[in-house]
């Protein structure tokens, strides 16, 4: 006969059922018990493990150092699934006090350096032991404080969570990334941390603003400045997210920038390589070494030489700043798992409120096991007074009878926890019981035992146990702010503009669209050298640090940097080999000058506009519109305007009129046609009959000289009265024999 097997039921579900259930796990087991810290103690699940291994190996402060290799044999074999070196470096960063602002472990060999952190001996040849900070995770393991759970093979318990008696998410913070989410908590002064929790016990309701009235802000373990502004660091313990910028310490020694402190987890060898690199790069032309004078009295000294005393050196740092490590911005995210075990990000107060929870639970905890180890006491003391007082018959039973306990027991009705108590003293101890010895101890446990219920029934008394011992850690592990809290200017880099040596140029444009710069602005454009069938158009006075603007026939802008134009030595090279102007179009005119240098623009139909130069930039090789055309108009060549609120400005016609007014009437525009500055027909610019002939900016000091074929007139601005109008007028003709205009000028008397 067949034997017939019965495998059950197999339960089938959907390939996506299973994998987002499969996801879901890994997920939250990355949350719960890789990535994120407690509210709790501030741990993670591997740093809990390895200080509560070296807890039961009793590698306490007193204790002497341990091989880290036999430490972390018992976390991976007893407690932590995972790799050795893992477990190692977590041991690493707690030990480094340039990481953890309150170290958990006391190393002793190469455990790394600010320099390089992970440059750490191997940890057979490091020792280690706990710190006595770390008591405060510890103290209180054994008084019935925590929620014990099995290990991964079940044949072993840890804690659940260490029995913090400080709030050491914040001292030392936290960083981890999950699935989903991060955390990034800077670590705070255990002083300003405890007040604030003082001040939350006294008055629960209290607001942010008034907790960082305590705590003004992270404290890392560098005497790096935190440069944020108070408003900033307030938005992100409201809010539980936001940045922290830090900056280095510097002085000014001999001429000399002196570095005397870095942000949190910087390499000064790094910053170093980052200054290097930008002198390689010519980029820092005012630095000419650099030096490492670090030692173990100046643990960070790094010193900048500069080229010579007139070398600004608060500008130089503030490029470096920018652009270098020096100035280092940390992410900040309160994201932490909560009481309730779910992961969340809080607020300072909500942090520091649960926390508070947290502590308060475990306080009642400590002392409910206190009560009932006291109350089990005065058990086996009541049960101890009883033998003292029939001390014969009780030795009298323990000696001769077979089962004494039991004896015990009915006779005096006795419980087995009082019999036992009796039983385990040595008949010569039990003779020597003595009435006085038991009453004061029992006294003395009574006090305690009443002392203790009242506190667990009063939350008041609670309120001022918390503060007190908060207040005793304070002072014991406590110390002074390490990273000054200042606000800073923001830094800014150098611009390319500023490493260039500021000589006067004289930029000229020829007929043909071909450029080149000039030293100095003494050069005669005309006596240039130019190709065959090309001649001389434009040009401008300015400077090797400043861009120059060229406007094409279309009403386009082109920027290109003043110190990268060719040399006047030759003839120059044409525009439209770094740009790429419209197909058939000419370039017209040329301005240069600082971004807030203004300028007139303005079309042959009469109308402009003032516009900065800043406004004419483009980074662009097309260019960008700046100047609208009206049918028929072709762009005139841009005009300096040095000051907009009492320069005037000439207009004169092709038909020999003449029209002034102040530059102020005409609007500061960033682009457009502009408004009329004559009044000429557009019918009659379209067919190229009448158009603006020529523009000219002048002073009340200036007179305007006039020049008709070889004829010139210079009226001075006393005389230029009559022609002075609104706006938007035809204006009065020039005298006869000047009404056809070659060429107009404004001279300085």
Known sequence: MAEIFDYGVTEKISLLKYTESAYLNYSMYVINDRALPHI?????????????AMSELRLD??????????????????????????????????AQSFSYRYPLVDGQGNWGSPDEPKSYAAMRYTESRLTRYAATLLSELAQGTVDWATNFDGTLEEPAVLPARLPNILLNGSTGIAV???????????????????????????????????????????????????????QIYTTGRGAIRARA????????IVITALPHQVSGSKVLEQIAAQMQAKKLPMVVDL???????????????????????????????????????????????????RPQVMNLTTLLSEWLKFRSATVLKRLQFRLDKILDRLHV?????????NIDAVIKIVRNEDNPKQALIKKYKLSERQADAILDLRLRQLAKLEEVKIKAEQDDLVEEQKGIEKTIKSKARLKTLLKKELMADGEMSGDERMSPIVERVEAQAFRETDLISTEPITVVLSSKGWVRAARGHEVDPLELSYRSGDSYKFAVKGRTNQDSTFLDSTGRAYTLAAHTLPSARGQGEPLTGRLSPASGSTFEGVAIGEKDQQYLLASDAGY????????????NKAGKVILSLPKGALVMQPVLVNNYASDWIAAISNEGRLLMFPVAELPVMAKGKGVKIMNIPPARVADRIEMMAAVVILTEQDS???????????????????????????GRKLPRGFQRVDRVDARTE
Do not use: W
Request: charged content about 25%.
């Open 40 to 52: 709790g103690d501030g741990l993670k699940p591997v740093q809990r493990r390895i200080i509560y």
């Open 61 to 94: 402060a007193d204790a002497k150092h341990a091989k880290s290799a036999r430490t972390i044999g018992d976390v991976i074999g007893k407690f932590h699934p995972h790799g050795d070196a893992a477990s190692y470096e977590a041991m690493v960063l707690m």
């Open 180 to 234: 989903g989410m991060a955390t990034d908590i800077p670590p705070h002064n255990l002083r300003e941390v405890a007040s604030a929790c003082i001040r939350l016990l006294e008055k629960p309701k209290s607001t942010v603003k008034e907790l960082c009235e305590h705590i003004i802000g992270p404290d890392y373990p560098t005497h790096a400045e935190i440069i944020s502004s108070r408003d900033e660091i307030l």
């Open 249 to 256: 310490v510097y002085s000014v020694e001999r001429g000399e």
């Open 291 to 341: 030096r490492d004078e670090s030692d173990h009295e100046n643990p960070t000294r790094l010193v900048i030489v500069l080229r010579s005393n007139r070398v600004d050196a608060e500008a130089l740092i503030a490029h470096l700043f920018a652009s270098t490590d020096l100035e280092r911005t940390y992410r900040v995210n309160l994201n932490l798992i909560g009481n309730d075990g």
């Open 381 to 389: 003391l009541n049960g101890l007074m009883i033998a003292y007082l």
């Open 608 to 619: 402009g506009f003032v516009a900065t130069i800043g406004d004419m930039q483009t980074k």
């Open 704 to 730: 305007l000289v006039i020049h008709s074929g070889k004829r010139f007139i210079a009226l001075k601005f006393n005389d230029l009265k009559v022609y002075q109008g609104e706006r938007a007028r035809r």
